[in-house]
């Protein structure tokens, strides 16, 4: 499956199940709950904002890097690569209820 494709699925299923709205974060297509972003796709990368223990995790996958938008890590979040595309979805879970309960 493409990039795009596979995201576009993630989407659907994350509207379709939790109500996730879709938005734009610098100008990229994304996911948000309650207002806030937690996901975006970056060219063919994935890009989530997680915990710090999930973090910590995630940048021992090979690809895997701080998103660095003008050269400045974003604090939380983490760009996966495509090559890891079947685990979006769950790490999509894991951002998306990060930030959830950010926002309790």
Do not use: C
């Amino acid at each position: 499956m493409q990039t795009i494709e596979q995201f576009e699925q993630i989407g659907k299923e994350l509207v379709d199940i939790f109500g996730v709205a879709k938005g734009s974060m610098f100008g990229h297509k994304g996911f948000k709950i309650r207002g806030k972003f937690f996901a975006f796709l970056n060219g063919d990368n994935f890009v989530v904002k997680l915990n710090q223990e999930e973090y910590e995790k995630a940048l021992s996958i090979v690809g895997a890097h701080p998103f660095s938008p003008m050269g400045k890590p974003m604090k939380e979040w983490i760009e996966l690569p495509n090559s890891i595309s079947n685990e979006w979805f769950n790490y999509s879970i894991k951002a998306k209820n990060y930030v959830e309960s950010l926002s309790k």
